[in-house]
């Protein structure tokens, strides 16, 4: 059901609807996560490690179709906020050209220079088998993932936050039994998580679009919607590609960082991979609220309504600052203990080396959570210069 967010409390609009998103970019991140636990316990520390490196470049690719597809859905938004639904749906079919397009032309670049990009990163020797396996099937099923990552945005456009959710979860689930299936009972290593991972996204793809088909007739589609107008292009790819930059950015400096990590070998590859993906979990909190006040800017943009624009931020601040200090004292004080999920207790190399880096970064969560805040108040209200520039200064710094 579509939610228009620029009538009632924005502070109870804006809670609401991050919630639904946050869990389904838990249960999205969740494809690589379970990838790594079924991995780690049942091959051992070097699958881990094979694909725990991968989590940098993963998010580097599927962040780059995240944000197109989120950079798209924000005039989605804003012609929806302003009631212009014949615009709305042209956008929406524009968007899906430009979506296919990108995502055919990367899984053919990154084929083409799959061990390269690896090599570039200091894979280990020994690992790179797995790892080149594991990512070539990720890179060949990127049109499934571009392909889900568009209609959710499109159906968050429209306020509904919920249903993404649902068909995350419901392949989420799938993924950890083919997960186990493929590598228990198959015995398929490494590249069975990556198949494991791919048909679960394919299935959550087809459940968003089955459900826009039957319960969304103001996003059906006509033929005159797919008429090609290059100016329509424009709009979109002026706000798409700054925030798949953006994405891209900070992803190429997490690369930068894992490139430093993989010289010190698997245990340092586990223990910052297992670091990381813990981090990640958390601070989905804060991407969560960054997704949420994108639409929400963009649909109260759109009506005109800028007075609830600032409420709505500064609400979100509050929420972000709120989180960021339980953030804070969780990783510096159990950090250790949440390490735990992906490795034996005993592989405590690997667990020292998670520790140091929750105790190294554990100040920092309150700037992050505040970058997803005004990074995405500044898209939604359809400014993305700024934005990237910030994402450039931080790849600058990080390097």
């Not at 939610?3 to 991050?18: A, E, H, V, W």
């Not at 699958?47 to 989605?76: D, H, K, P, R, Y």
């Not at 979990?281 to 109260?300: E, K, L, S």
Request: glycine share 12%; proline share 3%.
């Amino acid at each position: 059901m579509r939610k228009d967010m620029t009538i009632g409390n924005p502070m109870k609009i804006i809670l609401l609807f991050s919630i639904p998103v946050l869990l389904g970019n838990i249960f999205q991140q969740f494809y690589n996560i379970a990838d790594s636990i079924v991995a780690g316990k049942f091959i051992g520390v070097n699958a881990l490690a094979a694909i725990g490196s991968t989590g940098s470049l993963m998010f580097f690719v599927t962040g780059w179709l995240n944000g197109l597809s989120s950079g798209f859905a924000i005039i989605v938004a804003q012609m929806f906020g302003a009631k212009k639904y014949d615009d709305m749906r042209h956008f929406v079919a524009m968007s899906i050209y430009l979506m296919f397009g990108f995502a055919a032309a990367m899984t053919i670049g990154f084929l083409g220079f799959n061990v390269p990009i690896l090599r570039l990163m200091n894979s280990p020797a020994d690992l790179m088998g797995d790892v080149a396996g594991y990512m070539g099937i990720i890179y060949a099923g990127l049109i499934i993932t571009g392909t889900y990552n568009a209609l959710a945005a499109f159906l968050r456009a429209l306020g509904d936050s919920k249903s993404p959710l649902y068909f995350l979860i419901i392949s989420a689930v799938i993924n950890v039994i083919l997960d186990v299936v493929f590598i228990v009972v198959f015995g398929m290593g490494v590249e069975g998580c990556g198949y494991a991972t791919v048909i679960a996204q394919g299935i959550s793809a087809v459940c968003c679009l089955i459900y826009i088909v039957k319960r969304f007739p103001i996003l059906h589609l006509e033929r005159k919607d797919f008429e090609i107008c290059w100016d329509s292009f424009g709009r979109l790819l002026k706000l798409g590609i700054p925030m798949g930059l953006q994405f891209s950015i900070t992803a190429i400096g997490t690369i930068i960082v894992q490139s430093a990590v993989n010289i010190y070998g698997p245990v340092h590859m586990a223990g910052f991979s297992a670091a990381g993906k813990i981090q990640n979990i958390f601070a989905t909190v804060f991407t969560a609220f960054g997704a949420t006040i994108a639409t929400y800017v963009g649909q109260n943009r759109g009506a005109g309504k800028m007075d609830r624009v600032k409420q709505g931020v500064r609400y979100t601040q509050m929420m972000v600052l709120g989180w960021s200090v339980f953030v804070m004292f969780l990783m510096f004080f159990f950090g250790k203990y949440l390490t735990y999920l992906f490795v034996d207790p005993s592989e405590q190399d690997v667990v020292n080396v998670s520790v140091t880096y929750f105790r190294t970064v554990f100040w920092a969560y309150p700037f992050l959570g505040s970058i997803f805040l005004y990074r995405n108040t500044l898209q939604g209200m359809g400014y993305g210069l700024v934005p990237m520039l910030g994402g450039v200064f931080e790849l600058v710094a990080r390097t």
